[in-house]
């Protein structure tokens, strides 16, 4: 198995059709969709037999986790449930890549100004702060990512977590010329500065050592 595409999702079958559709109209010929269900329910109908479906707590990281666990590709993309592709497969972009980790140009599906500065800030995150969050897609060899333990099993932070695991051991990430397209809706549904002021309190707070489960009720609290 070449590569395993793994994608946690909880309570949004909208996104995660649309994305699914699209990865049906790629090259999946050696190829596995891994999709780990954070509400505990039985298989969808709508989903494709070929694709494995499982269930696990709600927890992103631990999703992620056990995605990552029963993977057999010998290469991890993971993507988020809200994300797509607008210039179609970028399997052609990773079957050819020498890099061993990278992510995506992230864009958001609004094209506000405010989005426009959330997207350079993303950039430059990532590319000075070696600091890559889930919605920008990750790729990574598998060997790799099991020697570092995979995703840490936390509620939430997991990815900035497994960013810093990255940075800690010298592995750097690479930006793909390629768009992945996330979605705006917290920021819509919330508010601009108000959705973008408590992801940095959040981030802070996990900085200082508080419990991702605390960050986690502080994060649902307000939605």
């Known amino acids: 198995m070449w590569l395993s595409v793994i994608i946690p999702v909880y309570q949004d079958d909208k996104s995660l059709k649309k994305l699914l559709a699209e990865l049906k109209q790629w090259d999946l010929s050696k190829i596995e969709i891994i999709i780990i269900d954070g509400e505990k329910r039985s298989r969808p109908r709508w989903i494709d037999k070929s694709f494995i479906y499982l269930t696990s707590d709600i927890s992103r990281g631990k999703q992620l986790h056990l995605g990552g666990s029963v993977a057999k590709g010998s290469n991890l993309l993971f993507l988020h449930s809200d994300s797509h592709f ?112 408590k992801m940095q309190v959040y981030k802070m707070a996990f900085q200082l050592g508080v419990s991702p489960k605390i960050i986690k009720q502080m994060y649902y609290r307000g939605k």
């Open 86 to 197: 607008p210039q179609g497969s970028p399997i052609d972009i990773l079957k050819k890549t020498s890099n061993k980790i990278g992510f995506f140009k992230l864009r958001f599906d609004r094209n506000d100004q405010f989005y426009k500065i959330m997207e350079f800030g993303t950039e430059m995150r990532s590319k000075i702060g070696k600091l890559i969050f889930g919605d920008q897609g990750l790729f990574i060899k598998k060997y790799i990512y099991d020697s570092l333990g995979g995703f840490p099993e936390i509620d939430i932070m997991e990815d900035y977590k497994f960013s810093k695991l990255l940075k800690k051991n010298n592995y750097h990430a690479q930006e793909f010329d390629f768009i992945i397209v996330t979605s705006s809706r917290k920021y819509e549904k919330e508010g601009h500065l108000k959705s973008f002021c």
